[in-house]
């Protein structure tokens, strides 16, 4: 358990650190990896990638009931749990703080709708912690 709240942690204080230095430098666009992935700051207000137009104290007990939801079901141990929580947790941080998520990271050549989409570390997080729990999981 202290493993998961320590990782959660170290996800929630770099999400933060990505932030300010992204603001500082004045949201700076950026290609990365050959141009496979790109740095373009957006600032997401809505959630789902925007297409839900919820406001933050909207979204904060739908976020917080869906993470104690998937961490009953999946388990508080791992370091699937940790990214989970500390990815949800950050995305929730700004939202009541800032009004809005900053998106920053695209991936252009990425197959399909997941192109179109701009992502962020804690959003990265989320997908893989809950990946990592499903495998977990599945393995039992």
Sequence with gaps: MIGTVCIAAAVLGLCARVRRSLERNRLFRRDLAGGRVRIAPRYNQGAGFGALPL???????????????????????GVGAGLLLGGGL???????????????????????????????????????????????RRRR
């Design 55 to 77: 406001s933050a104290r909207q979204m904060a007990p739908l976020s917080l009931a869906a993470l104690w939801a998937l961490l009953c079901r999946w388990g508080f141990r």
């Design 90 to 136: 950050s995305n929730l941080w700004e939202r009541l703080r800032h009004g809005r998520v900053l998106d920053y990271l695209r991936v252009p050549k990425a197959p399909g709708m997941l192109k179109r989409y701009t992502y962020n570390l804690a959003d990265l997080a989320i997908f893989l912690g809950a990946a990592l729990l499903v495998l977990r």
